[in-house]
Nanobody, 123 residues
Framework: HVQLVESGGGSVQTGGSLRLSCEAS????????LAWLRQAPGKEREGVASLDSDGSTTYDDSVKGRSTISQDTAKNSLYLQMNSLQPEDTGMYYCAAVRACPTLSLRSDTYYYWGQGTQVTVS
């Protein structure tokens, strides 16, 4: 059973940056998809960015151009660099994974393994 642990959240001012990290308890499987999703209070969980085992990435339009998803396979880690943060980026950010996803997806129902989340607050 894969465990995912997020870190790096915090409180920042508008325009600031954060780098979120997600460490997996074991080597991820191949092929796979990894993703960052977020949930704001009173809203549904939404996909932010995803990455597959070929290195392809996709982003939600709301973060495109100011966020970068990346991984370090040697460290079993996934990252999300977020710049030019806005108050609407506030929410709980979750790392998620699934084996053998046929296509990149930002849909939360695509993913099977989830971390417990790290809070991002932008004011």
């Amino acid at each position: 059973h894969v465990q995912l642990v997020e870190s790096g959240g915090g409180s920042v001012q508008t325009g600031g940056s954060l780098r979120l990290s997600c460490e997996a308890s074991e080597n991820t499987f191949n092929p796979y998809c990894l993703a960052w999703l977020r949930q704001a209070p009173g809203k549904e969980r939404e996909g932010v960015a995803s990455l597959d085992s070929d290195g392809s990435t996709t982003y939600d339009d709301s973060v495109k151009g100011r966020s970068t998803i990346s991984q370090d396979t040697a460290k079993n880690s996934l990252y999300l660099q977020m710049n030019s943060l806005q108050p609407e980026d506030t929410g709980m950010y979750y790392c998620a994974a699934v084996r053998a996803c046929p296509t990149l997806s930002l849909r939360s129902d695509t993913y099977y393994y989830w971390g417990q989340g790290t809070q991002v607050t932008v004011s």
